[in-house]
Structures are given as structure tokens and as C-alpha cells.
């Protein structure tokens, strides 16, 4: 539910890395540096104080900055959201063990659009965007 309810309008408990996931994709959204309070806006359901900790976490994490403004601080994510979700495929092969069967593995659950794409991409070519 978008305003953060089930359907019987109690409170749902959000998903492990769920809020940081609403969290940068405000920041993601609002393309320029802002308060914790313009990112609570854009969070259904979450508390000043625990928008503020997820921002903490993933300052500290070095997912997002946090820079002086005045008497309070503006955050902007230092990637943005292909570069992350990049960082994260990349510290999973990291932790993979066998790479070439990570890979193998990763590369045979493709989809042949996605397959195609990146196969575009191995060979320099500039991929088709739709």
C-alpha cells in the first residue's frame, strides 16, 4: 500500500531494505540536495526521526552524502540507482566464490531481450533503449 496500510488500514511492517529503498528513491527524485524532512514527504508512513537514522545508515554505508546547510544537513546519494544496483551485482560476484559459475549461472537465467542487450554491450555496441 502506498501510504504504508494494508487493507485494513493498520500499519504494515516494511520489508528488510525496504525504507532505505523508498529513502534513496526520494533522493533519486528530488535530483538535487535535500533535507530530511523534504525525503519524510516523499516516505508514506515514516517517522522524521526514522527517515533521519536510514539517512545516517546509508551515509554511513557511503550510499549518500550529507553536507551542512544552515542549522541542518542536505543529503544527495552519490550514485545513482543503475550505479547502484552495478555496486551491488559487483559485490555479490565478489562474494560468489566460482565467478565463472556465478556468472554462467546469472548469464543462462537471462531473458532473450536481456540477453541480446548485453551481448550489445560486450561487443561496444550502442544497446537499442526501447
Known sequence: MADGRDG????R?????EL???VLAALWAAGAPVTAAVVQEQVAG???TTVLTILTRLC????VTRQRDG???????????????????HSLLDEGGDRAAVL???????SA??????EELLNGDSPDQG
Do not use: I, N, T
Not at 485494513?8 to 500499519?11: K, Q, V
Not at 531481450?113 to 548485453?118: S, Y
Open 60 to 63: 554511513d554505508k557511503g550510499l
Open 46 to 48: 515514516a517517522a522524521y
Open 104 to 110: 554462467a549461472r546469472f548469464v543462462s537465467d537471462l
Open 20 to 22: 532505505e529503498g523508498e
Open 113 to 118: 531481450e536481456d540477453e541480446r542487450l548485453l
Open 13 to 17: 511492517r516494511r520489508a528488510r531494505g
Open 71 to 89: 542549522r541542518s544537513h542536505v543529503y544527495l546519494p552519490v550514485d545513482d540507482q543503475a550505479g547502484l544496483a552495478a555496486a551491488g551485482m
Open 8 to 11: 485494513r488500514g493498520e500499519a
